[in-house]
T-cell receptor
């Protein structure tokens, strides 16, 4: 596609429910990233995919968080048993290269998650 | 390990005044440095990047940044602020396989 597409744009859920957030990267981009943006916290790295594998998942905050990528394209971030502290904007980005280096990340508009 | 520090979570300027947003980095290898901008309810957009070569980098919308190795800085400037520049600005340094972002600086522009 022309840009990085994320859905849903907004999600309100009750504490304890599971949520899935989807990212559709730019066609042909091999690298895909998930970040979390909370008030006053900047952008927190969650996980990086190269193709379908995740060489760096060091930023996932707990085992309630998981992500997968299929067909070298679409990625899904799943949060199980959501907690109020999971409320944030989840940003997805993609880039064409195999290593970040000078590659520019293109971001989606984000999925705003609110846990009541 | 790489990191960035953005000094000042909020900066306010008058329209037409100089914009200066500060960023200092820490890196054990020659860094690649980036500035991104986020307008309300939008994703991040690249303003400019430094990889190698010329230390003064020009970006979109009249912004520029200068890489100063001796000061480990990559401050963002614009000579004359416009109302449309009101946004949040993020400095970032490249790690091995990801970008590491600062906590952001919110720029307010007053008429």
């Amino acid at each position: 596609g022309a840009g990085v597409s994320q859905s849903p744009s907004n999600k309100v859920t009750e504490k304890g429910k599971d949520v899935e957030l989807r990212c559709d990267p730019i066609s042909g981009h091999t690298a895909l990233y998930w970040y979390r943006q909370s008030l006053g916290q900047g952008l927190e790295f969650l996980i990086y995919f190269q193709g379908n594998s995740a060489p760096d998942k060091s930023g996932l905050p707990s085992d309630r968080f998981s992500a997968e990528r299929t067909g070298g394209s679409v990625s899904t971030l799943t949060i199980q048993r959501t907690q109020q502290e999971d409320s944030a904007v989840y940003l997805c980005a993609s880039s064409p290269g195999s290593r970040t280096g000078a590659n520019v990340l293109t971001f989606g508009a984000g999925s705003r998650l609110t846990v009541l | 390990a790489q990191s960035v520090t953005q000094l000042g979570s909020h900066v306010s300027v008058s329209e037409g005044a100089l914009v200066l947003l500060r960023c200092n980095y820490s890196s054990s290898v020659p860094p690649y440095l980036f500035w991104y901008v986020q307008y309300p309810n939008q994703g991040l957009q690249l303003l400019l990047k430094y990889t190698t070569g010329a230390t003064l980098v020009k970006g979109i919308n009249g912004f520029e940044a200068e890489f100063k190795k001796s000061e480990t800085s990559f401050h963002l400037t614009k000579p004359s602020a416009h109302m449309s520049d009101a946004a949040e600005y993020f400095c970032a340094v490249s790690g091995a396989d990801k970008l590491i972002f600062g906590t952001g600086t919110r720029l307010q522009v007053f008429p």
